[in-house]
Every structure is written in C-alpha cells, then in structure tokens.
C-alpha cells in the first residue's frame, strides 16, 4: 500500500474514494491526524495531513516519527510526500513540480531519529541517495504519462521555520548547492529509511524563495495560495496516474 502524507494545499485528495479513517498511537506519540485509507483509481492508499487536517501543525511541531511510525504499522509499503517550496534554482519558479534527489537539513531540534535510546544498539542508516531512487523513478514515469511536466533532480534544503529565509540565507543555501527550500523535508525522509520504508517527494514551488525576483523585496502570500492550488490539480494527476500503474 502506498502512502501520501500532504502537505501545505494538500490537507485532502478530493480524488480519494474514502473507505476508512483511523485514530493511530504509537510508542512517539500521535501523528498529525487520522490515517485516511482510500482508494485512488483502484489502488489502495493512505493518506496524512502532514500539518493536521485543518492545518494547525507548525512544520518544527509535526510529529515526524509518530508519522512514519503510524504509516508503516498500518501496512504502508512506500511513502510519498507532497510539500510545497520556495524556488531558488532559476527554473524552479513558482507552479513548477520538482522530484528532487539530495537534500541539505537546516533544521534543529526536532526528533529525528528512531536510535534515539541508550540501551538501544545505534544505527547508522545510509543516507549517500536520501530519496528512494525506484520511487522517483515511479513518479517521473506517472508525471510523463500523465502528460505533466516535472523537474527531474534537485537539492533540497529543509529550513526550520515556521518564518521564510532571509535574503542572505537563500544566497548561503544556494552557494551550499540548494535548488530549492521547504520545512517539513527533514527529518521525515531519514525517519523513513531508518523504518526501511521507500521514500520519495513531489515539491511544487509555491513562491520564489526570498530575495529572488517576485520576491525581492518580500514574499507575497496572496499568490502563493492560487499558485498551489493549480498545482496540486496536477500533483492528483500525477498520483492518479502512479496507482493506475
Ligand atoms: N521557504 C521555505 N519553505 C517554503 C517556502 C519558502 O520560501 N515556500 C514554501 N515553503
């Protein structure tokens, strides 16, 4: 069973035939809402709200593990994440979907690892490839039947938030090789390999990130709100068109 955890303008998958939702505990405590199984054009799915199903969740107080951890009990096979982005790669602009394949992790603070025990023996999970190649690879071939167009490839560097960048941090994430940035990309990618569970992401660029072009002088929130709701039209073709597969 696939999983989807949505994120910002995607707190529902309107294309989602519901047969169930679920109230899930774990040993980290509650994940951000109900587990929402479902059919999506006959595949089986499960389905988070990343940020809660009215969008409450501030992205530093998601429940990360407890996520992941309700995901895979629940007889997840494979996650895929939708989460929106500032663009900071010039052709990441704003609308454009972006599979990206390397992350950078700015974040502090959060619980970000399941070998977080003395009396457990510690893990080291390989992380050299962050995002499961096979299911990037299923999500560029959905993306290319469904007739979408997709940015195949690019950094990801997950920020703490809840606030945007500043100018010069967009400048040091792009010196530091980020093509693009969000808040909720870390620790949920590394929680999932530490779970062994195939993990990959649909980022759709929301907005130039800070001091780049429309944003130069600042971010406008009022466009970001229409821009993401055109794009995750497409994001449920995409995702359509993969459990058609
Ligand atoms: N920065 C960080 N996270 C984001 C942005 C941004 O500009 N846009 C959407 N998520």
Redesign the pocket.
């Known amino acids: 069973m696939l999983a989807i955890i949505g994120g ?1 303008g995607l707190t529902q998958l309107s294309t989602l035939e519901v047969l169930r939702r679920e109230v899930a505990r774990t040993p980290y405590g509650e994940p951000s809402g109900a587990l929402t199984f479902g059919k999506l054009a006959g595949g089986e799915v499960v389905f988070l709200a990343r940020h809660g199903y009215g969008h409450t969740i501030p992205p530093h107080r998601v429940n990360y593990r407890a996520n992941l951890w309700a995901l895979k009990a629940a007889g997840a096979g494979s996650v895929i994440s939708v ?4 663009g900071i790669r010039p052709d990441c602009v704003p609308g454009a979907l972006v599979v990206p394949n390397q992350i950078l992790d700015y974040t502090w603070g959060r619980a970000h690892t399941f070998s977080d025990d003395l009396d457990m023996l510690v893990r080291h999970i390989d992380f050299t490839l962050p995002y499961d190649e096979g299911m990037r690879r299923r999500i560029l071939d959905s993306a290319h039947e469904a007739g979408e167009e997709v940015i195949d490839g690019a950094v990801y560097a997950a ?1 703490q ?1 809840p606030r ?2 500043t100018a010069a941090e967009i400048d040091r994430f792009e010196r530091d090789g980020a093509d693009v ?3 909720t990309g870390m620790p949920e990618a590394a929680l999932a390999r530490e779970l062994e569970l195939p993990y990959a992401a649909i980022n759709v ?6 001091g780049r072009e429309a ?1 130069a002088q600042s ?1 406008h929130f009022e466009r ?1 709100e229409q821009v993401l709701r055109e794009a995750m039209l497409r994001v449920r073709n995409v995702l359509t068109r993969l459990c058609r597969q």
């Open positions: 910002s989460a929106s982005v500032g920020t938030g945007l960048e940035v969000g808040m660029v929301a907005n130039y990130a800070a944003s971010v970001v």
